[in-house]
């Protein structure tokens, strides 16, 4: 069992910048291959990035490449989405996720593909 707790979320001008942490608990977090995604209301949750337990293939959706950067330390449980040249766009509830199984270009995307979900944070991207 896995438990996910997001942080760092906010208010932001466009162009501005987040660094949203989501903290793991238990002792096998680098088994866990991680992602984020995102939703906003009436609309189906969708992916942001994913990343692999040793960190060493990391995925992005389009709409972030060259903005978002997603890391992680296993020595602390917690994996980051760095967020840059935010957009209003951007604006959504971020959530964490966490799966045993690996994450691939082919499954990485698929919310039914992980096995833990923290709660969300809030970011809005506004002047």
């Known amino acids: 069992q896995v438990q996910l707790v997001e942080s760092g979320g906010g208010l932001v001008q466009p162009g501005g910048s987040l660094r949203l942490s989501c903290a793991a608990s238990g002792r096998t977090f680098s088994s866990y291959d991680m992602a984020w995604f995102r939703q906003v209301p009436g609309k189906e949750r969708e992916p942001v990035a994913g990343?692999?337990?040793?960190?060493?293939?990391?995925y992005y959706t389009d709409s972030v490449k060259g903005r978002f950067s997603i890391s992680r330390d296993n020595a602390k449980n917690t994996v980051y989405l760095q967020m840059n040249s935010l957009l209003p766009e951007d604006t959504a509830v971020y959530y964490c996720?966490?799966?045993?199984?690996?994450?691939?270009?082919?499954?990485?995307?698929?919310?039914?593909?992980?096995?833990?979900w923290g709660q969300g944070t809030q970011v809005t991207v506004s002047s």
């Open positions: 996720a966490a799966t045993l199984k690996a994450l691939l270009a082919s499954s990485w995307t698929q919310p039914l593909h992980y096995d833990y």
């Open positions: 990343i692999r337990g040793n960190a060493f293939m990391r």
